[in-house]
């Protein structure tokens, strides 16, 4: 069923990256990890899947996209507060349910929108499971919710940083996300349930590092992020 969504702000979470808040329609409900198919502007061809970006407890809607100069990222862009966009969904099953051990999110640039909704509800929910977090960037400016990541109230969560071009401020690993990197932070490996959101290119290659690393595939969930490379 489609929905009209009201625009409420725009916020840069980087220099390539933007949320976009929506007031949240009486009675809408979703899961975190879901996304929606948004069109930008009434009766519009230009659609694109867009992952929610908050808890499912916050009273607004919010998605973040990265900005490729796209025809698409320019209608959002034009979007003003009060404008209306339409909406389907929620859609998707990407979740940590069902689980009861060690969380281990790995993220690779815009894929950490389904991952920080997870992790918001997880502690809106005061969620105790330990979770790690692994999240590949190519550099300190470019880490979307760096600050939100890093106040997150849960107990027993850590973030691992990857960057290809490490600054010097930030504690990080240099290069891509590997497996030498999976084991050296993931205690308990077999134990765990690994979260993979990210590019179609960064999910095949973590996939390929588990699976050397001997986790099954009943232990792994994705999100491929069609249309980045």
């Known amino acids: 069923m489609a929905l009209e969504l009201c625009f409420a702000e725009r916020i840069v979470r980087t220099p390539a990256a933007v949320s ?124 979307a919710f760096a600050t939100e990541l890093a106040a997150l109230p849960l107990p027993q969560f850590r973030v691992v940083h990857v960057l290809q071009h490490p600054g010097g401020r930030l504690q990080a690993h240099s290069g891509l996300i590997s497996a030498e990197i999976i084991r050296s932070e993931v205690p308990d490996l077999t134990a765990a349930m690994f979260l993979i959101s990210g590019p179609p290119v960064m999910v095949k290659a973590v996939e390929g590092q588990l699976a050397a690393l001997g986790i099954s595939p009943e232990k792994i969930r994705i999100d491929r992020f069609l249309g980045y490379s």
């Not at 689980?99 to 809106?124: D, H, K, N, Y």
């Not at 692994?134 to 300190?140: A, T, V």
């Open 20 to 143: 976009y808040r929506f007031s949240r329609p009486p009675g809408f409900a979703f899961a975190a990890g879901q996304y929606m198919l948004l069109w930008p502007e009434p009766d519009g061809s230009l659609v694109h899947p867009l992952s929610f970006s908050d808890g499912p407890e916050e009273d607004f809607l919010e998605f973040t996209k990265r900005m490729t100069g796209s025809a698409y990222c320019q209608l959002l862009e034009r979007l003003r507060p009060g404008d209306v966009v339409t909406a389907k969904g929620p859609v998707g099953s990407f979740s940590a349910e069902g689980s009861s051990g060690r969380i281990v999110c790995i993220a690779g640039g815009i894929g950490i929108t389904p991952i920080r909704s997870i992790l918001a509800e997880m502690a809106q929910r005061h969620d105790r499971r330990p979770v790690t977090l692994i999240y590949g960037n190519l550099d300190e400016n470019d880490i």
